[in-house]
Each structure stands twice: as structure tokens, then as C-alpha cells.
């Protein structure tokens, strides 16, 4: 398995196993013009793709600043968006939160406090990303953003329930060992206000389409 380029692409390799996993984890893709044809009642939005009807979740427990855990429950009431990376990422990560906080700033202007969707990163390195750690980073990227590590079998377990995956690559040989990087699905999950898995956004990630199709959603819900 190979890294993600310099150039912040996702490995040949790495695109295909996301697409499988996405594909067997998720059984969207093939029935997705089917259920929209039916007239399911979605907002009109560009970028995202919804579920016709959220999937619940199993229960789980990570790990935020502080030692604080963040569950399920924790995440019910908006709509989140969920990243899996590391702190450690040349580009992907950067660029993703960096795309997120600007959308964050545009559906600011538009939703009340309470209705803003938040925004949580989950380092699946926990080896060198501390919660704490974790939090710092994404928060400078949004000041709200909430950045969360765990258990690797508990990253695991979250991410798989999602249909992400993440491996880690280690270091080329003669390099120092703690160089090694992780290889992850590049796109963005939704949550939705009951904490299920509602949809995702797929990369490249522009911001102000994100904002546009969150005011849309959050706005479109009953």
C-alpha cells in the first residue's frame, strides 16, 4: 500500500479499497437513482450525497481534550461533519479542515448559533495524537471544531461504521520509524440531529458548496 501523493490525492491503491468499502459498507452507489426517483423528500443540495433514510450507528466512546469521552449522545442536536485523519498530514488534512472552517464561517451567516452544524476530527493516529493534541489542531482551523483521538479499537470500530478506512504506512526503509503516515478516506461524513449517519461529501471539498448545501439541510428539517 502506498501514501497519499504530494500532491494530496489518495493513493491508487488506498482510492480502491474507499470505493469498495464505501460501495459494500454503504450499498449507495448502485441503488442511489433508483431511491431518487421515488420522490423521497431531500432538500436540493449540490456536492452532498444523503441518505434517503439515516442509519443508525453502534454506540461508541472516544476520546476528547481533557480526557473527556465523546459519545453518541454527545453529537445529538446538530448536524456534524465528520474528518478522519491525523495531525501529522502534509496535505489532505490541512486542506479538508481548512475547506471546512471556511464553509463554517459562510453557514454562519445564515443559521442561528443552535442550528450551526459542527465539525469533528478524529485522528486515527493515537499513537502521537493526544486528544489534546488533536483538539489543538482542529481548532485551528474553526475555533468550534471539536477534535477527538481513542483506542485503535475503538477508531476502528467508528470509522468502519461510517464506511471510512485508515492504514497505517510505515516509514521507507532507512528513514526513522516514528515517520510513518496513514492512508484514510478523504471524504466527509454527516451526521444528522439523532446522531445517524444521514450522508457524506465526497472530495475535492468547496467550501462555500458545503455551506450552501448545509443551510440547505439544516433549513429543509423539520
Keep these: 500500500m502506498t501514501r497519499t501523493s504530494p500532491h494530496g490525492f489518495i493513493s491508487r491503491p488506498t482510492l480502491l479499497i474507499l470505493i469498495a468499502a464505501l460501495a459494500a459498507g454503504l450499498g449507495l452507489w448502485a441503488a442511489q437513482p433508483l431511491l431518487y426517483s421515488k420522490g423521497n423528500p431531500l432538500p436540493a443540495v449540490s456536492i452532498t450525497t444523503l441518505l434517503p433514510t439515516p442509519r443508525a450507528i453502534p454506540a461508541f466512546a472516544l476520546i476528547g481534550a ?11 442536536g446538530r448536524w456534524t461533519l465528520v474528518f478522519v485523519g491525523f495531525t501529522h498530514c502534509p496535505d489532505v488534512c490541512p486542506t479538508t479542515l481548512a475547506d471546512l472552517g471556511s464553509a463554517a464561517r459562510l ?3 445564515d ?6 452544524p459542527r465539525i469533528l476530527f478524529v485522528s486515527v493516529d493515537p ?15 474553526s475555533p468550534d471544531a471539536i477534535g477527538v483521538s481513542g483506542e485503535l479499537h475503538a477508531l476502528e470500530a467508528f470509522a468502519r461504521s461510517l464506511g471510512m478506512v485508515f492504514m ?3 516509514a521507507a526503509a532507512g528513514e526513522d520509524p516514528a515517520n510513518y503516515s496513514i492512508d484514510h478516506s478523504a471524504h466527509i461524513t ?3 440531529p439523532q446522531g445517524r449517519f444521514a450522508g457524506l461529501i465526497r472530495a475535492p471539498h468547496a467550501p462555500a458548496a458545503i455551506a450552501k448545501d448545509m ?3 439544516v433549513q429543509h428539517a423539520p
Design 66 to 76: 481533557g480526557g473527556e469521552p465523546l459519545t453518541r449522545n454527545d453529537l445529538k
Design 107 to 109: 453557514w454562519a451567516k
Design 111 to 116: 443559521l442561528p448559533e443552535a442550528q450551526r
Design 127 to 141: 499513537e502521537r495524537d493526544s486528544p489534546d493534541r488533536t483538539q489543538e489542531y482542529a481548532r485551528f482551523f
Design 168 to 170: 497505517k504506512v510505515p
Design 190 to 192: 454527516l451526521l444528522d
Design 215 to 217: 443551510i440547505a439541510i
